[in-house]
């Protein structure tokens, strides 16, 4: 006989144990235990295993949406039956991208079902006024309890539908909150089984909490097909679309959006647009062609260095790698004749972006010296290479694709790792600077 149990799990991880435990083993986080009842597991029927070369190969027609940037962070669109996370500070958007998604899924003839648990139906009507929607084959329900969505979901029968927030929903028997580990878990499970046995694709909006993870915690990450972020910096009018896991397509791919009067626009050329407003010839400008996915994407890094007016001179990294600056500022210092032990060093991507390849290394290294002896890099170049320890230059993947990006924006010259220029193998449409050592890198641009 099955009978109600009580475990415990962690809320930051989803580890469970029979007893609670002060420190979690999974991930080391304190304190993060919570209890949990759980039912009597129910039966279910038994799955029949199956030699995988008599599946039959289901089309996967994937529900392609008429946004190009979020179909191609989706993969080239939405896998039926699938649960896809989408996160994202406060106010960065979330609701907007996923109302204007649902009012063009309607648009093309296809029933939605947007679930809010955090607006109104009039609210919603007011933002969906502001994006010029329709709402012809959109149902709006103001609901929180996954059985009740549900069941209007059975007699709505749409093909999409959008769950906005997990955090307010809630299933009834459980008895923790609305928003609790243990419920976010359980509603999720839940649209999940629900999602699979009918085929309908669930996008469920997450709450991010301070530390910049999905509320409600990695257990969800866990569970779902995929999580995309929505980000962007709160006065800049950029929004990137990241996918951060996806077990039907890559995830290093960004898809860009505005948000502009009307919601959130497609930026099909982010490059020209990140671009357009810089002053060209700036001392500590230097700009970096990065590879986002498989597209190229051309930014500005900026960086501003002054004297430490007192005790340990101070570092700010926005957009790049806080260890990664340390160590650039260290390799700097000790190997290139930069001194920088006295200095306060502000390293800043424009645009919001943020990098995370080291490709950018020699970029941010010449931004900082640009600044520091005070001396502009020439504003037709482009700068790429990995920078080590011993102030060497390391070869760039992908270069072909990066200097054709910086062509077709009109840069002339491109200062690479000698390295990479001898695994070149077309001739390139730029002119190329090679160099062997940050030191020299620095001795051609900064002449
Ligand atoms: P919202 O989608 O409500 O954010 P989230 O669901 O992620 O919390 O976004 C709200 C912000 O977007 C708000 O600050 C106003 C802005 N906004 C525009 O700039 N233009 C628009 O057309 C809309 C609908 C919102
Ligand atoms: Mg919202």
């Known amino acids: 006989m099955t009978r109600e149990r009580t475990v415990f799990i962690c809320k930051n991880c989803g580890h469970e144990s029979l007893k609670w435990l002060g420190r979690c083993p999974g991930c080391q986080e304190w304190n993060s235990y919570v209890e949990k009842t759980q039912g009597p597991a129910s039966t279910r029927p038994q799955a029949v295993a199956q030699e995988l070369s008599q599946v039959a190969t289901e089309q996967l027609s994937r529900l392609v949406l008429p946004y190009s940037e979020f179909n191609r962070v989706l993969g080239g669109g939405i896998v039926p039956g699938s649960l896809v996370l989408i996160g994202g500070d406060p106010g960065i958007g979330k609701s907007t991208l996923l109302l204007q998604v649902a009012g063009a899924v309607a648009e ?85 089984q629900w999602a699979k046995s009918s085929g309908v694709p669930v996008l469920l909006v997450g709450h991010v909490t301070k530390d910049g993870t999905i509320a409600g915690p990695h257990v969800l990450e866990h569970i779902v097909d995929v999580v995309l972020y929505l980000e962007g910096e709160r006065f800049s009018s950029y929004r990137l679309l990241r996918g951060v896991k996806n077990r039907f397509g890559s995830i290093n791919e960004v898809g860009v959006f505005e948000m502009g009067e009307q919601g959130l626009v497609e930026v099909t050329n982010p490059s020209e647009a990140f671009l357009s407003q810089r002053a060209e010839g ?111 230059l390391r070869p760039v993947s992908q270069l072909e694709r990066r200097l054709a990006e910086g062509a077709n924006l009109g840069f002339k010259t491109c200062l690479l790792p000698t390295p990479s220029r001898a695994g070149l193998s077309s001739p390139p449409q730029i002119e190329l600077i090679a160099a062997d050592s940050l030191a020299q890198a620095l001795k051609l641009a900064l002449a």
């Open 108 to 192: 093309s003839g296809r029933g939605v079902l947007y679930v809010s648990g955090e607006e109104s139906v009039n609210q919603i009507r007011l933002r969906a006024g502001r994006l010029e929607i329709l709402g012809e084959g959109l149902y709006l329900l103001p609901e929180t309890s996954v059985e009740n969505i549900l069941g209007s979901a059975e007699e709505i029968a749409p093909q999409l539908m959008i769950i906005d927030s997990i955090q307010t929903m809630y299933r009834e028997g459980l008895p923790s909150t609305a928003g609790s580990v243990g419920q976010v878990r359980e509603c999720t499970l839940r649209l999940m």
């Open 282 to 392: 700036a001392i500590g400008s230097v700009i970096v062609p990065t590879l986002e996915g498989t597209r190229p994407l051309l930014v500005e890094i900026q960086a501003l260095t002054s004297p430490s007016s007192f005790g340990l001179p101070r570092r700010t990294a926005n957009g790049v790698d806080f260890n990664r600056l340390l160590l650039l500022c260290a390799v700097l210092t000790r190997r290139a004749g930069v001194s920088l032990s006295n200095q306060d060093v502000i390293v800043n991507v424009v645009g919001g972006i943020k990098i995370s390849e080291p490709a950018a290394d020699l970029g941010v290294a010449l931004a900082i010296s640009s600044s520091f002896r005070g001396v502009k890099v020439d504003p037709n170049m482009v700068a790429l290479g990995e920078v080590g320890l011993s102030g060497e």
